[in-house]
């Protein structure tokens, strides 16, 4: 359970986000929309730290996340302490950021050998399995650069899987490829919800939305206009701001 | 198809041909450069201990000057001002201090301070007396390392630099250890970009230890001095070092070329062919 109470977060004067509250159940898949600046990333990377937070509360599965409660007070965690909460949450990027100079098993292998301990052999075995699982069984000795943009993705998206986390945060993971290449990653998508992993999905694929969401969040400058199941807001919203942004998204 | 003719092109190329051919029968026939007092000098025995001090203090330079690089580098990367203040001092004042006034500035350090002392703060301690402690050799090491230290500092800063902050963010995302996300992700993609600059700063430090013959230390330079103040010939005896700097010069480019190769894989789609592969493949051919 991923619970989000009261948080902001500014950039020097300017608000990105406005009080944000939160909950995603276990196993489901939440899709973020909205116009751009209107404060998804920052959400997304607040869930894991990589954005602290002003004010307000991160929980997943009840750990608060980035900081400690003593009392009233929040004091900031370690980084020790914060690169081990982040090990239970997989991150994807928009630009992949794999690791150029590491071959795709080495990129899938790095985080368990190294943040989670684990034996290497079994971790490279279970590195293969996972590239086998996004289809790229055949690339485990090629560098990120010799691949094309999707066949990135989706070894960024093992790499994410090898640390086995509670849930995975995916910020835009198609916006940077060409067309063509955007379904190849929206069915590794598919595959993990029905495999039944809790996920939060910024993305402009109202497809993705529609099929593959329990819950689509609308957004709009720092705030959550609207949520609900993807009939509701993507058929029938609710607010004028959210029917403006379907309506130029679907034109 | 005809291809186009290039007149201009041979025309350019006959001129260089005769001018080199013109330099190289001089080279030959020219007794002022006296190949035979070079060739009676350049593995004679003084000169190849000579050679042998130049190579030391260049590898233990850059041994001490890169080490004193790399907290360099990372005080001004660090958040903390005290750090980062501290450490742009150091490179401001070593970057604009001329070596060789460096070096003498050391060589009198017992003008200075007579005596140094090591030990507790404010607690007992132990003296010694600075000229027996800083040699001529220990002052050009030292004036060599400190001033090499400024400039690795700001070559290693810069190839840190070129990392692209998504790298820092996904080895952030993933958990990975401080000193992993550092030694695994960072390091190697930035060596990249500090290879090429290290190199120079290396062949640069190379003939920078020539400027210690001001110490009287026996290295490449201040020997063949000794040897021409000796017999006068002045010209050959220049050409002994100077070869010598150009043979070792071209051994740190060899090794800079394969060190360059082996931190470019992942960056190019594929690696260009060694100079030997390509001689292998035109000779297979």
């Not at chain 1, 150029?100 to 052999?121: D, F, G, Q, R």
């Not at chain 1, 945060?169 to 069915?187: I, Q």
């Not at chain 2, 958040?79 to 150091?90: G, M, Q």
Request: net charge positive.
């Amino acid at each position: 359970m991923i619970e989000l109470t009261g948080v902001h977060k500014s950039f020097g004067t300017l608000e990105v986000l406005r009080g944000i509250d939160l909950t995603v159940a276990p196993g489901t898949v939440t899709v973020i929309l909205g116009p751009s600046g209107s404060g998804k990333s920052t959400l997304l990377r607040s869930i894991n730290h990589l954005e602290k937070v002003d004010r307000g509360r991160v929980r997943v599965d009840g750990e608060l996340i980035g900081y400690r409660q003593a009392g009233n007070r929040l004091h900031e965690l370690g980084e020790r302490q914060i690169l081990k909460q982040r090990a239970k949450i997989g991150f994807v990027f928009q630009n992949f950021n794999l690791f150029p100079h590491l071959t795709a098993l080495e990129n899938v292998a790095e985080a368990p050998v190294s943040a989670l301990k684990k034996n290497k052999l079994a971790t490279y075995e279970r590195a293969r399995a996972l590239l086998d699982r996004v289809g790229l069984a055949d690339k485990a000795d090629v560098y990120p650069r010799q691949l094309s943009g999707g066949q990135q993705q989706r070894v960024a998206i093992a790499r994410a899987l090898a640390l086995e986390p509670r849930l995975i945060l995916f910020d835009e993971p198609t916006s940077a490829l060409d067309p063509e290449l955007v379904g190849e990653v929206l069915d590794v998508l598919r595959d993990l919800a029905a495999a039944g992993t809790t996920m939060i999905v910024v993305t402009h694929e109202i497809g993705f939305a529609r099929e593959a969401a329990d819950t689509v969040i609308f957004m709009d400058e720092g705030r959550i206009v609207e949520q609900g199941p993807p009939a509701q807001v993507l058929d029938n919203p609710r607010h004028d701001r959210t029917r403006t942004f379907l309506s130029k998204v679907l034109s | 198809m005809v291809p186009a003719r290039h007149p201009w092109r041979w025309a350019g190329t006959g001129l260089v041909l005769i001018l080199l051919a013109q330099f190289a029968h001089g080279l030959a026939t020219n007794p002022g450069w006296d190949w035979h007092t070079f060739t009676g000098y350049f593995l004679e025995k003084s000169v190849m201990q000579a050679l042998l001090l130049t190579i030391e203090l260049t590898l233990a330079g850059a041994v001490l000057g890169f080490l004193g690089g790399i907290p360099l580098a990372a005080m001004r990367l660090s958040h903390n001002p005290v750090l980062k203040s501290v450490s742009w001092t150091y490179i401001w004042v070593f970057r604009s201090v001329p070596l060789i006034v460096q070096l003498l500035f050391w060589a009198n350090l017992g003008y200075l301070y007579d005596r140094l002392q090591v030990g507790v703060p404010f607690g007992p301690g132990w003296s010694f007396s600075t000229s027996s402690l800083v040699s001529a050799f220990g002052a050009a090491l030292l004036g060599l390392s400190l001033h090499e230290a400024a400039f690795a500092g700001e070559i290693i800063r810069s190839g840190l630099l070129s990392v692209d902050q998504g790298q820092h963010e996904a080895a952030a995302a993933l958990g990975l250890p401080r000193h992993r996300q550092f030694f695994r992700i960072v390091l190697p993609q930035a060596m990249r970009a500090i290879l090429p600059n290290a190199a120079n700063l290396l062949v640069n430090l190379l003939k920078s230890t020539s400027i210690v013959y001001v110490l009287a230390i026996g290295e490449l330079f201040y020997q063949v001095q000794v040897i021409y103040g000796r017999n006068g010939r002045v010209v050959p005896l220049l050409m002994v070092a100077t070869v010598w700097y150009v043979i070792l010069t071209a051994l740190l480019s060899i090794l800079q070329y394969y060190v360059e190769r082996y931190f470019a894989r992942g960056a190019l789609r594929t690696l260009p062919p060694t100079p030997w592969q390509r001689l292998r493949a035109a000779i297979r051919a």
